[in-house]
């Protein structure tokens, strides 16, 4: 899990720097600071369970064990990206570690996520999906729509809300009746329970009893995991609306350093074992950027490609 968040902090980072310098085009959003959902939530889920992300994904790609070359090469909208270059930071897909896709659509995955409960179930399958959205996603209809269904049908669907405080430049105490979003869940006659989303495994365990639920048979759950969002909504945000003292208490409840701690405090990590992860992490980022900055870009006879899926029993 350390090494986990290291890797997701450390590809959020370089993204940064690499987009401020201008090598990555068009828009990004980054997740630093809030690694400890995306581990939790990876190392909870089994290796052919599903998730959804948001337009805020690169952090759950990297966690549920997606390549950090071929998501590095869609940064740069390359050929070799893991979607050619045409999903690009918002829109990234990867099937084959079960990552059914970043959405710029704020909830959206509250929608999706219930189909591919409703596939699982009627192939009989152990699976579950999880779908992440944010607060601000959480007072959209989409949201309300998918947990009705997936609580009426008995869907293996977790849902999950990051709760970073804001939504794009919206205070969560300013949009949400009630404050809580995990309390919703009564109102559909499911479990609804509040994480602390700095601690990677106060989240890894509510997942884990969640995922467990569903794979019984007990239907969805609502998770709220709290968190702070310490960049922009989007890379080059000034952040004008929000407080410094907020970003401040974001980087002291900083969930890498905290696990660090405990794993410090329990002889389970010394100095040079971070500092061997920490080296390990920092070649594989810049082996990636290498990889990214030395592909190809798309030939414009492949702009037309990848747009149909092909169904080979209807031939």
């Known amino acids: ?25 068009g828009f990004t959003h980054t997740s630093i600071g809030q690694e400890a959902i995306a581990v939790g939530v990876a190392t909870a889920l089994a290796e052919d369970d599903y998730v959804l992300s948001t337009h805020r994904g690169h952090g759950h790609l990297v966690a549920k064990g997606g390549s950090l070359r071929g998501l590095m090469a869609e940064l740069y909208g390359k050929a070799t990206g893991i979607c050619h270059g045409k999903g690009g930071s918002m829109h990234i897909a990867d099937v084959s570690v079960g990552y059914l896709g970043a959405n710029g659509v704020l909830a959206s995955g509250c929608v999706v996520a219930p189909g591919v409960g409703l596939a699982i179930k009627r192939r009989g399958s152990a699976q579950v999906v999880l779908t992440f959205f944010g607060d601000g996603a959480a007072n ?3 949201f309300h729509e998918g947990v009705n269904m997936a609580a009426l049908w008995k869907l293996p669907v977790l849902f999950l809300c990051e709760n970073n ?16 979003i995990a309390a919703r869940a009564a109102g559909y006659g499911i479990p609804g329970e509040s994480a602390d989303g700095n601690d990677v495994l106060a989240v890894w365990d509510a997942v884990s009893r969640a995922a467990e639920r569903a794979r019984r048979g007990d239907g969805p759950s609502l998770i709220e995991a709290h968190t702070i969002r310490w960049v922009g909504h989007f890379e080059g945000d000034a952040q004008l609306y929000r407080s410094k003292d907020e970003v401040a208490e974001g980087r002291q409840k900083d969930p890498i350093a905290r696990l660090r701690a405990s794993l410090e405090a329990l002889g389970l990590l010394d100095e040079a074992h971070a500092a061997r992860i920490h080296e390990a992490v920092a070649g594989e980022i810049e082996d990636a950027v290498a990889y990214a900055e030395a592909s190809p870009l798309p030939a414009p006879d492949d702009a037309l490609t990848d747009l149909f899926v092909h169904y080979p029993w209807r031939e």
């Open 1 to 25: 899990m350390y090494a986990g968040m290291v890797r997701v902090r450390s590809f959020e980072e370089r993204v940064r720097e690499l987009f401020a310098g201008g090598r990555i085009p």
């Open 165 to 180: 405080r804001w939504a794009s430049t919206t205070a969560h105490a300013l949009s949400t009746a009630g404050g809580s």
């Open 140 to 142: 959209r209809g989409p």
